[in-house]
């Protein structure tokens, strides 16, 4: 009967955020399709405008969905019924734009932003930027838990490692956004635009972990 021993390993890590998003959707609403698509079109370039005001290259401002559609509203008639009346086409662009960490120049962004006529829905977060870099530390980190544990383990029971038999590895998605939140009206953006000031904000750390099994021969 081959002896072994299993041990889970953890990885964990708590790094500072090193980039800022800003996520910025465009929403234009009309009973005439080509008019929903002109304005939001209009209200496009408008934006991009006015990232390039604030430092940045029209490219960086990238497209995360665009999306057309329908939208209907429930009318009640007079004879109690309801029925669905078209209202219009709707066309919502979801946009992106990041770069490092740096609060100065997220009050030059959202300062642009507030005086720009497409008047965007916004959030921000803190996040990280080379993600892939950050697992595989975490995932070394798991390892060497591992055989630290399972070392433990086989000397605390008068045995020894032998060789690593299978290794079992989960793929989850970490979440690699600080908790800190950051709100903000366009009439708050608006008030302060001529400021353009630095807002200090000191993110929370981000805390991420990864997990996997090792299985090793006892001799």
């Not at 889970?8 to 080509?34: A, F, M, W």
């Not at 002109?38 to 995360?64: C, H, M, P, V, Y």
């Not at 946009?95 to 829905?121: H, Q």
């Amino acid at each position: 009967m081959e002896r072994t021993i299993t041990v889970r390993g953890t990885g964990k890590l708590s790094v500072r955020p090193d980039q800022i998003s800003v996520s910025l959707n465009i929403r234009k609403k009309d009973k005439v399709y080509e008019t929903a698509m002109t304005e939001s079109a209009r209200l496009l370039e408008n934006l991009r405008s006015a990232i390039e005001d604030a430092g940045f290259k029209r490219e960086d401002l990238k497209t995360q969905s665009f999306n057309v559609g329908t939208e209907y509203e429930s009318r009640r008639e007079q004879n109690g019924t309801f029925r669905q009346v078209f209202v219009g086409y709707v066309c919502d662009h979801q946009l992106m734009i990041e770069f490092p960490f740096d609060t100065a120049r997220l009050g030059k962004v959202l300062s642009a932003i507030s005086v720009c006529v497409a008047e965007p829905e916004l959030n921000v977060s803190f996040n990280i930027k080379d993600r892939e870099a950050l697992t595989d530390q975490l995932l070394k980190n798991a390892a060497d838990n591992a055989r630290m544990r399972a070392m433990t383990l086989a000397a605390a029971a008068g045995v020894e490692l032998g060789d690593l038999i299978s290794v079992n590895y989960n793929w989850k998605e970490n979440n690699f956004t600080s908790p800190t939140f950051y709100g903000g009206s366009m009439k708050m953006l608006r008030a302060n635009a001529a400021a353009e000031c630095d807002m200090q904000i000191e993110a929370q750390d981000i805390d991420v972990s990864e997990n996997a099994v090792f299985v090793w021969e006892i001799i």
